[in-house]
């Protein structure tokens, strides 16, 4: 997946609520879809608890006290609590030992207690108070030690500001103990990965038959949305780029419809109970042309590269090496140059869309079972076009399993 904000920015994406001609051109046969979702299983008590426990025992090894963490995907994961960032701080601070503390202005603990999932104590603070004098009094009354404290990676600088002027602790990054617990995925979590890929591939399966030409990237992105949600997927994602512009990873804002010949590159991806699916593929509206089938088959023989070099134990900067060596030798590139792959082999996935690690150059965080990762090395030949396909895999004792199965040709672009 590319940047989404990005996508937004270049005014692709193509959200479930709109309303183009070819998505009530659709809407007959959108009736006939049902939800995949019904046996979905939510993340438990058990493995919330279980994570938490994880987490401390990182704590200790790494000799931290307690860990901020603000609103967003890691708040989710400890706690349930699905909240926004505003100025107004609501935050979890999990200690290595005792009760966790949720941090929220009064008016909003309410609305707060409703999605969280664990045990935890609730201390508000009011409009002329500050959220940190709360947070210092939560460690002085339970007399928790706060000589250290891990600040999440995305939290923002007010917040730590804050944190340390309150307590008089020092500040590390709690990458250790965050990453260590996120990215490794339990069977719950993977089994709901799989379920938002099963839902992408079959809205894909419904949306790619219907594409006309002069169609948009808006109209197509909104029949696959529509889709999506008909199949009790969350729609994140729906970028759709045609002809030249297949080219730029991130799309163009030059105008574009679907013409015969004209390469369609489609990357999509929804969510089920918060964790995100990402599927990319690429199609061309009536005959290739002889290059484009050629780089279609390079970058399948660059999905299935990846693949093979993604061992147990091997470093995930090795699975980019892989793939980038063959493009090299086929005369693309070097390195990350055009025409040729210029972005990384692939990205961490879960609960976000990009999560850490990436397969990239220079990364040596080791692979092992429990971690998840998009396969995506596209090519791309400025003023031309460019391919993508994009399937995710997850790591297992026996090695690397897909997501979704890639296709085999260009002529059947949905496998």
């Known amino acids: 997946m590319i940047d989404r904000r990005r996508m937004m920015g270049l005014g692709l994406l193509g959200m479930a609520g709109l309303v183009t001609g070819a998505a009530r051109a659709a809407a007959p046969d959108l009736a006939a879809l049902r939800p995949l979702t019904g046996d979905v299983r939510p993340i438990d008590a058990e493995e919330r608890t279980a994570r938490l426990a994880a987490a401390r025992a990182l704590m200790k090894a790494h000799g931290i006290d307690a860990v901020l963490i603000e609103p967003g ?120 990965m799989q379920k938002a890929t099963d839902v992408t591939i079959a809205a894909y399966r419904f949306t790619v038959p219907r594409i006309e030409a002069g169609m948009t990237p808006a109209d197509i992105a909104a029949m696959m949305n529509a889709a999506t949600a008909r199949l009790g997927g969350s729609p994140e994602f729906a970028l759709v780029l045609v002809g030249a512009a297949s080219a730029l990873p991130h799309g163009s804002r030059a105008p574009q419809r679907v013409a015969p010949g004209e390469v369609v590159l489609m990357d999509c991806g929804c969510s089920v109970q918060g964790y995100q699916s990402d599927v990319s ?46 493009y090299a030798a086929w005369g693309y590139g070097p390195d990350y140059r055009l025409p040729g792959l210029s972005h990384r082999t692939g990205h961490g996935i879960g609960l976000d869309g990009h999560e850490p690690v990436n397969l990239v150059r220079g990364e040596t965080t080791r692979l092992a079972p429990g971690m998840c990762f998009s396969n995506e090395p596209g090519l791309y030949l400025p003023g031309k076009f460019g391919v993508r396909l994009e399937d995710c895999f997850y790591m297992t004792e026996a090695g690397p399993r897909w997501f979704s199965t890639p296709p085999r040709s260009l002529d059947a672009p949905l496998g």
Not at 101 to 111: C, G, Q
Not at 286 to 293: D, F, I, K, V
């Open 281 to 326: 593929r690429t199609l061309v509206f009536g005959t290739a042309s002889a290059e484009q089938r050629r780089v279609w088959d390079q970058v399948r023989e660059g999905q299935q590269i990846a693949l093979a070099a993604a061992r147990l134990g091997a470093e995930a900067g090795s699975v980019d090496d892989a793939v980038r060596r063959r």
């Open 73 to 192: 995907a890691s708040l989710v994961y400890f706690t349930g609590v699905e909240w926004h960032r505003s100025e107004r701080l609501t935050a979890a601070l999990i200690p290595a030992e005792g009760p966790l503390l949720i941090v929220t202005p009064f008016f909003e603990e309410p609305s707060v207690r409703q999605t969280l999932a664990v045990p935890a104590e609730l201390r508000v603070w009011q409009e002329d108070e500050t959220p940190f004098a709360a947070i210092a009094g939560f460690l002085k009354d339970r007399k928790l030690p706060a000589r250290t404290i891990g600040i999440e990676e995305s939290a923002r600088y007010f917040a730590s500001d804050g944190l340390a002027r309150a307590t008089g602790a020092r500040l590390v990054s709690a990458n250790p103990i965050v990453r260590g617990c996120r990215m490794i995925k339990s069977t719950a979590e993977i089994a709901l």
